[in-house]
């Protein structure tokens, strides 16, 4: 088991920035993929940023430019920098960590934190 712990949402005017972290702890092997999902209301859990396992990285295109993802490999850490925060950008935000055995794939979701960029 994996579990994950993530910090860092809130309350933030347009233009603003927030950090986002997720620490993940238990049985974590030496392959990893992580990364960001997030969900609106009324919508799919969407792709934000991640980390493949070959530790390339994606982001959604609503995104580019304006969020960062970044790691501590040491900590098994994974941030998200969101700087000129929209509010379409409001959302629970997901860290996922997947971690891999061999050709097993262990997956695991951290509980959200709610991000809301409003004046």
């Known amino acids: 088991q994996v579990q994950l712990v993530e910090s860092g949402g809130g309350l933030v005017q347009p233009g603003g920035s927030l950090r986002l972290s997720c620490a993940a702890s238990?049985?974590?092997?030496?392959?990893?993929?992580m990364g960001w999902y997030r969900q609106a209301p009324g919508k799919q859990r969407e792709l934000v940023a991640a980390f493949t396992s070959g530790g390339s990285t994606n982001y959604a295109g609503s995104v580019k430019g304006r969020f960062t993802i970044s790691r501590d490999n040491a900590k098994n850490t994974v941030y998200l920098q969101m700087n000129s925060l929209k509010p379409e950008d409001t959302a629970v935000y997901y860290c996922n960590w997947a971690t891999f055995s061999g050709k097993v794939e262990y997956d695991y979701w951290g509980q959200g934190t709610q991000v809301t960029v409003s004046s």
């Open positions: 238990g049985s974590i092997f030496s392959i990893n993929a």
